[in-house]
C-alpha cells in the first residue's frame, strides 16, 4: 500500500503563489505516474496536472495551463505542485494521486493511490 502525504495548503490572496508537496516513503516511487487533482465543495473531484514516471510530458486541465507546474524529485521521492497567479476559482482541496504506470491520465479513476488532501483557499 502506497501512503501519499500532501503539504503546503493555506490561504492566500488572489494573484499569490503556494506550492504544494505530497511525500512517500514508498521505496520505488520513480516507478509511479504521479499526478494533482482537486475538489471543490459541491462539485466533483477534477483532474490539475499529471507527471508520467522518468521523463515524458507533462499534461495540465486547461483551467491551469500557464499558471500551475508539476515537477518530481526522485531522489526525495517528492512532487511538487508550483500554483501561480492563483484565483478564487482555485480553492479546493488537492490531492496527490500515484499509479504504478509509466503514463497516468487525466481521470481519477486511472490512479490507485490517494492521499489524504490538502486545502488551499484563495481569497479575492
Known amino acids: 500500500q502506497v501512503q501519499l502525504v500532501e503539504f503546503g495548503g493555506g490561504l492566500v490572496q488572489a494573484g499569490g503563489s503556494l506550492r504544494l508537496s505530497c511525500t512517500t516513503s514508498?521505496?520505488?516511487?520513480?516507478?509511479?505516474?504521479m499526478a494533482w487533482f482537486r475538489q471543490a465543495p459541491g462539485k466533483e473531484r477534477e483532474f490539475v496536472a499529471a507527471l508520467p514516471r522518468m521523463f515524458g510530458t507533462t499534461r495540465y486541465a486547461d483551467s491551469v495551463k500557464g499558471r500551475f507546474a508539476i515537477s518530481r524529485d526522485d531522489t526525495k521521492k517528492m512532487v511538487l505542485l508550483q500554483m501561480n497567479s492563483l484565483k478564487p476559482e482555485d480553492t479546493a482541496v488537492y490531492y496527490c494521486a500515484a499509479v504504478r504506470k509509466s503514463n497516468g491520465g487525466s481521470t481519477s479513476h486511472e490512479y490507485d493511490y490517494w492521499g489524504q488532501g490538502t486545502q488551499v483557499t484563495v481569497s479575492s
Open positions: 514508498e521505496r520505488t516511487f520513480g516507478v509511479y505516474a
